[in-house]
């Protein structure tokens, strides 16, 4: 069981940036594979960045390539995304989730993963 805790939204203008941090409980935090979503109102929840257990493996959503980074701390049991040049259509609620074993396209799924968090609130101004 792990439980999942995001933080790090806010209020910000366009052009600026975020840093989201997703911190988790539980002793196996290394040995899962990580995701960030993001859902925006009256839209489905779509992917947004990967990464492996081991932090080898990335995987972006094009709309958020080169402006996003995704990173783990596994000592720290924490991931984060950080949020560059952030644009208006970025605003949704941003969930972190966990799952084992992925590969390829299964990161991009939100099917596939097992545990999320709560949610933390991005708004972009213009």
């Known amino acids: 069981q792990v439980q999942l805790v995001e933080s790090g939204g806010g209020l910000v203008q366009a052009g600026g940036s975020l840093r989201l941090s997703c911190a988790a409980s539980g002793r196996t935090f290394s040995s899962y594979d990580m995701g960030w979503f993001r859902q925006a109102p009256g839209k489905e929840r779509e992917f947004v960045a990967a990464i492996s257990w081991s932090g080898g493996i990335t995987y972006y959503a094009d709309s958020v390539k080169g402006r996003f980074t995704i990173s783990r701390d596994n000592a720290k049991n924490t991931v984060y995304l950080q949020m560059n040049s952030l644009k208006t259509e970025d605003t949704a609620e941003y969930y972190c989730?966990?799952?084992?074993?992925?590969?390829?396209?299964?990161?991009?799924?939100?099917?596939?993963?097992?545990?999320w968090g709560q949610g933390t609130q991005v708004t972009v101004s213009s």
């Open positions: 989730a966990a799952a084992w074993y992925l590969s390829g396209s299964s990161y991009f799924s939100s099917a596939t993963y097992t545990y």
